[in-house]
């Protein structure tokens, strides 16, 4: 069998906040996306805070690296990273641009 994961990829989504790139997150639309949020408060941190929490769905962070280790920590001979699969992953443009994902096989 065969295990597929899609994590968000934080890499991208810090890097684009240290370089101010606004651009990166043009598919989030924060206001609707955070919890709370003030029209005329928003900010580039609380994209990142989106990408991490998520509004409670998410509790901790991993990368590519961590999962891979971990599928192989548990019995996953072939652990990699893979890219976006038409007609295997969910298709989603913002699910695409945020994410990574990992293949593993027993």
Known sequence: ?????????????????????????NLINVLGAVDRLEPGTETMIDLINYCVYQNG????????????????????????????????????EPRRKYSFYVEARK
């Open 57 to 92: 769905e998410h509790k901790c962070l991993y990368d590519e690296t961590k999962v891979v280790a971990i599928l192989k920590f548990v019995g996953f001979r072939h652990a990699t990273v893979s890219s976006f699969q038409q007609g295997v992953d969910t298709a989603s």
């Open 1 to 25: 069998g065969v295990f597929r994961i899609c994590l968000p990829d934080f890499r991208k989504a810090f890097t684009a906040y240290l370089n101010a790139d606004t651009d990166y997150f």
